[in-house]
């Protein structure tokens, strides 16, 4: 499956940002999805996953509360919305399906098997 993220951009702190994530060539449905994002100098962390019929979702502390994961099986599309957005929250984010865990909303890197390119989200105070 090929992924391609999108819907990234500057923000002023406070306000909000939808990410896409759309996917080609695979069985979108089968897959856990999850989005991850590596802010400059840190290593890639977590921030959301959801298993692949959306049943379950889990969130990183960071961004508990302020951001939502989704998913259109049909539409073959994985959603980010992010609000109350802040400067820790700038980073290049990406999205990445799970082939072997399709029924864990978390997991770390190794659990994902493949990736997208990523969208960089610069929130400016």
């Avoid at 819907?7 to 940002?17: D, I, K, N, Y």
């Avoid at 994002?37 to 996953?49: L, S």
């Avoid at 909303?105 to 610069?122: A, F, I, K, L, R």
């Amino acid at each position: 499956v090929q992924l391609q993220a999108s819907g990234g951009g500057l923000v002023q702190a406070g306000g909000s940002l939808r990410l896409s994530c759309g996917a080609s060539g695979g069985a979108f449905g089968s897959y856990g999805m999850g989005w991850f994002r590596q802010a400059p100098g840190k290593e890639r962390e977590f921030v959301a996953g959801m298993t692949r019929g959306g049943s379950s979702e889990y969130y990183s502390d960071a961004v508990k509360g302020r951001f939502t994961i989704s998913r259109d099986n049909a539409k073959k599309v994985l959603y980010l919305q992010m609000n109350s957005l802040e400067p820790d929250d700038t980073a290049v984010y990406y999205c990445a399906a799970s082939a072997r865990f399709p029924h864990h909303s978390y997991g770390p890197e190794s659990y994902y098997d493949y990736w997208g390119q990523g969208t960089q989200v610069t929130v400016s105070s």
